[in-house]
């Protein structure tokens, strides 16, 4: 009886370890994620074979060749009642021989189609995706050598604008301890909001004449920040308008300071390259707010107000894909 | 102890469940024949010629040849060397033989062979002897070619100052496996060049290939291989001389940099020498990095000896 027992209690381990082994953790179905978080943009991926990773060549025929893109908008530009400039962004395929990978109508750029890229929101909360398609063939003429191995480049450079609205104090009275308060100046962290440059943090100080804010924000995203209107320059070829120029050093890592309101009163902020523009160091940057007393002078006790930071750039990112091509001659 | 058969036996179905077997197919276009250092391989087959043979008598000579290398031979040249006192043809024969060999393809991944069999005659060896030791020698002469087609990378931002992520990076390119012929190209080393004053937005991709003779024979002029198969005498200048075409993208290098065009050589020493080749137009400093394909090709001839000693006995008769 004791034997059975024990058999039994063994039998049920192994089996109890075979069904762990075989579960997945389930995501729960009911944490619906917030619209306005993460650090995605606009991601693309090549889709599954296209570029295949290999291809044969026979010597007679062109053989086709397909790049093909999934393109998603993974963040929470542009929102219902934005203006979507999302068609500003481009996708470029570069990294070979144009001579023998040749793709039609000489097409390495595709424009961004703005319809079918929706921010993430609540309707919507996977966010918008298109495909971006490259054909052409490649042609045996000009591969002079046997195996051809050149890598894949697509760049995607786009536009994107990340919006903040975290609560801030504004205390009349900032010195005065015997008053109590609904809130207290300090630092407030914040999440991510759905955009590939982030506002991380925001530091308060106070004087007896104005409130200061530190806006820090930081390029949380894997790819380059660049100015918004110098998108154009980023194509690898830097040969189809005669006004295109390749980026240079000071087009990157600035970021546009749309809007820093807090209500309906504007803020005073520096410093600001070309007076719009925050420089990122390593990534990371900040400007200086600050709101004169007179907005808030009438105010005798400390409050809590949304402050509205809007800031727009262009981004850059890039991905790759090794492909191999082998010319095969026929038996004859 | 039958639970503990069950359980091993249960420990062993979970581990074999979770092995993949491998399907152990390979592509059958995926094969590289531009490899290894080997050329045409030569090799007497076996007894002919026999180790000893009696005077004033036929034997066989029969050579087994294999191009075990990736480029085919057209009028290729075997010559037979006798001590010609004691050994000679049978019958009245050129200086040299002349053979086609092809060689390896992804259709013929061995190469192609050839037996090439010869009636030789010993002569009397002579009255104070009983015997007599003589070396039957074996000569191959033939062109080949050294065929490399690699992928080079073409970085116009010669400085890193273009603040991108980038296709490819110019580095040396090291051929540790050979490409199917005794010259190999050992070491490709890649420079990108800013342009002349005339040409400021351009780069010029400079290529500097390192060539080396890796097999067991000589290097010789493609226009000198029937020579060294004969008995014309040959010069030293007739050593060790390759031609060398170069080309990237489809568009020739310029490999002979201040002297004409055309033509390029390299000339060996102590079986190895580097030479220069550079992009004649070159390439707009906006592109940005790219793969381009490069292909590299060696014209010479080749020669090698191989030899057997033989022992010519006398019939000795009572």
Redesign the interface.
């Given at each position: 009886m004791v034997k059975r027992k024990v058999k039994f209690e063994i039998l049920f381990l192994v089996l109890l370890l075979i069904i762990i082994s075989g579960c997945s953790k389930l995501g729960g179905q009911g944490s619906a994620k917030g619209s306005e978080t993460g650090t995605d943009g606009i991601i693309i991926n090549f889709l599954e074979n296209n570029p295949q990773d290999s291809y044969l060549v026979s010597s007679e025929d062109d053989e086709p060749i397909s790049v093909t893109l999934e393109v998603r908008n993974k963040g929470s530009y542009p929102r219902s009642e934005e203006v979507n400039e999302l068609s500003r962004g481009k996708i470029y395929i570069s990294g070979f021989d144009r001579d023998i990978i040749r793709m039609d109508d000489n097409d390495l750029s595709q424009i961004l189609r703005n319809d079918y890229l929706s921010g993430v929101s609540n309707i919507n909360p996977e966010g918008g995706f298109d495909t971006a398609e490259f054909k052409g063939f490649i042609s045996p003429d000009e591969l002079v050598v046997d195996k051809y191995e050149p890598t894949i480049l697509a760049t995607l450079c786009y536009p994107y604008v990340t919006k903040a609205s975290p609560t801030v104090c504004i205390d009349p009275s900032p010195f005065d301890d015997k008053q109590k308060k609904v809130c207290k100046i300090g630092s407030t962290q914040l999440s991510s909001q759905g955009a590939p440059i982030t506002i991380t943090r925001i530091d308060q100080e106070a004087s007896s004449n104005k409130i200061q804010f530190k806006l820090n924000i930081k390029n949380d995203g894997n790819g380059d920040v660049i100015r918004v209107n110098d998108l154009k320059k980023c194509n690898p070829y830097g040969d189809t308008s005669s006004d295109s120029e390749t980026l240079k050093r000071k087009d990157f890592d600035r970021v546009e300071l749309i809007r820093a309101t807090v209500g309906f009163s504007e803020l005073e902020c520096g410093p600001l390259d070309e007076g719009r523009f925050i420089r990122l160091f390593n990534g990371e940057g900040y400007v200086l707010c600050s709101l004169d007393r007179a907005s808030f002078e009438e105010v005798k006790s400390a409050y809590t107000t949304p402050l509205n930071v809007e800031l727009k750039y262009g981004y850059r990112s890039t991905i790759s894909k090794p492909i191999k091509i082998s010319k095969i001659s026929s038996i004859s | 102890m039958k639970?503990k058969i069950?359980?091993i036996s249960?420990i062993f179905v979970?581990i074999l469940s979770g092995c993949k077997g491998s399907s152990g197919s390979k592509?059958i276009?995926?094969v590289?024949v531009?490899q290894g250092t080997d050329g045409l391989v030569m090799e007497f087959t076996k007894n002919a010629p026999p180790d000893k043979v009696f005077e004033d008598s036929p034997f066989p000579i029969a050579m087994h040849l294999r191009n075990k290398g990736a480029s085919d031979i057209k009028q290729g040249f075997l010559a037979l060397g006798f001590e010609k006192t004691y050994v000679d043809f049978t019958e009245e024969k050129k200086e040299s033989i002349e053979f086609e060999i092809k060689g390896k393809?992804?259709?013929n991944i061995n190469g192609d062979e050839e037996f090439i069999t010869l009636n030789a005659k010993t002569k009397k060896v002579g009255a104070q002897s009983e015997t007599h030791p003589s070396t039957i020698l074996a000569t191959s002469c033939y062109p080949y070619k050294t065929i490399l087609?690699?992928?080079a990378c073409v970085d116009t931002d010669i400085f890193g100052?273009?603040?991108?992520?980038?296709?490819?990076e110019v580095k040396d390119i090291q051929f540790s496996k050979g490409q199917g012929s005794p010259v190999t190209i050992t070491k490709i080393e890649t420079r990108m060049l800013p342009s002349a004053d005339q040409e400021p937005d351009k780069v010029k991709p400079h290529f500097i290939i390192f060539v080396e003779n890796k097999g067991n024979g000589e290097v010789i002029a493609s226009d000198m291989i029937k020579d060294a198969c004969s008995n014309k005498p040959l010069n030293y200048k007739d050593f060790n001389r390759i031609k060398i075409k170069a080309?990237l993208?489809?568009q020739g290098l310029n490999c002979n940099i201040g002297e004409k065009e055309d033509g390029a050589e390299i000339r060996l020493r102590e079986k190895k020498d580097m030479i220069r080749c550079t992009l004649k137009d070159g390439i707009?400093r906006?592109?940005?990095?790219?793969?381009?394909?490069?292909?590299i090709e060696l014209d010479y001839g080749y020669t090698f000896t191989i030899s057997k000693d033989i022992i010519i006995e006398k019939i000795l008769t009572y």
């Open positions: - | 639970i069950l359980f249960i979970i592509p276009t995926d590289d531009r393809s992804i259709f087609g690699t992928s100052t273009k603040l991108r992520d980038k296709a490819c080309s993208s489809g707009d906006k592109q940005d990095a790219y793969t381009a394909p490069l292909q």
